[in-house]
């Protein structure tokens, strides 16, 4: 099957997430041009047919849209290099849609800054992680002004995102995932908190698993978690330096707001605590370590 939507599309961000969506986009069909600062991660993309370039110049030379799935905020400035002298040319006429995580005042510059270079921009940041990513099972907040580009980001997307989500004009889209994101930071924290005391109550973690999954509470991302808890598996579907980064945001957009997000901050203080004990790379589960860390047990 092959797209409607332009001839090619670029995909800058071959990481835990940007790495499954772009597989999937190929095997949809999409014309796709990867290009990844580590290069081999593009390694599994280009075996399925996507093409990998050098540089993020030879992407949007052949790309009409580009979907941009970076880490933060420094590495876009970093790879696009907003207002230095070859930004105009890579945005001129194309359609720029971020789909990673961005603080939502970044995003708007940003979006003012591709306007005023001719570009378009929209948000899609996603949520659920790479088992997600892998099934095409992701949930995608869109925001924009541009009614037809909207109907064209959301085409693209049909083989990444189950479903998509009309957030309003940017940055409503990330305002919306940081909402998103605070319930489920929390929820997941709570769950290595309650293993934790499992653990010190000497309740064997098979046990609380039977109960958890036994229930209405029951999820895939429930048995998913406890599942990597069970085995010790910390691989990453969600890193966390990149949660520590996630509940930064979250704490900084509350305070803006005036909400009040205690549990977000305690939150930001334990995924912080985790980097600091070595942990970025591993599993947000992982954060389990900073619990045992704080019981004097590490
Ligand atoms: N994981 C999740 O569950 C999840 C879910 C929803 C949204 N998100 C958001 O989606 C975005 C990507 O997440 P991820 O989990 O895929 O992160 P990741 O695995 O850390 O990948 C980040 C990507 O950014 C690149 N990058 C980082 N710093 C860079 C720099 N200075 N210059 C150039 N490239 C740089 C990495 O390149 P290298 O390969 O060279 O390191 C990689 O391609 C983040 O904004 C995250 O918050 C994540």
């Not at 800058?12 to 597989?23: F, I, S």
């Not at 390694?43 to 399925?48: F, G, I, N």
């Not at 093409?51 to 970076?70: G, K, Q, S, W």
Request: hydrophobic share 50%; charged share 15%; aromatic share 4%.
């Amino acid at each position: 099957m092959t797209t409607t939507v332009s001839s090619r599309v670029g995909f800058l961000g071959l990481g835990v997430m940007g790495q499954p969506m772009a597989l999937r986009l190929v095997r949809a069909g999409v014309g796709l041009v990867v290009w990844n600062r580590t290069p081999d991660r593009c390694d599994p993309v280009v075996a399925a047919g996507a093409r990998a370039v050098d540089t993020v110049t030879e992407v949007a030379a052949d790309c009409a849209t580009v979907v941009v799935m970076l880490a933060d905020e420094f590495a876009v400035d970093q790879v696009l290099d907003p207002g230095g002298p070859g930004f105009a040319d890579l945005v001129r006429d194309r359609l720029l849609i971020m789909m990673g995580t961005y603080p939502p005042a970044y995003s708007v510059a940003l979006q003012a800054a591709v306007r005023a270079a001719g570009g378009s921009y929209v948000e899609a940041p996603v949520s659920g992680s790479r088992a997600a990513a892998e099934a095409g099972a992701l949930v995608a907040m869109l925001a924009g002004d541009d009614p037809s580009v909207l109907a064209r980001t959301q085409e693209l997307l049909a083989s990444v995102a189950a479903r998509v989500v009309p957030c309003g004009p940017v940055p409503s889209a990330l305002l919306t995932k940081l909402t998103v994101n605070s319930y489920i930071i929390t929820m997941l924290t709570g769950l290595a908190e309650a293993v934790h005391l499992g653990d010190r109550l000497g309740i064997e973690r098979r046990r609380l698993t039977e109960v958890l999954l036994g229930g209405t509470l029951a999820s895939p991302v429930l048995a998913t978690k406890l599942e990597k808890l069970a085995a010790g598996d910390h691989s990453a579907q969600a890193a966390i330096a990149d949660v520590a980064k996630n509940t930064g945001l979250i704490t900084t957009a509350a305070a803006r707001a005036g909400a009040a997000a205690p549990l977000a901050e305690v939150c930001h203080r334990l995924f912080a605590d985790a980097v600091d004990l070595g942990l970025g790379g591993d599993d947000l589960i992982a954060v389990i370590s900073s619990l045992e860390a704080r019981a004097g047990s590490l």
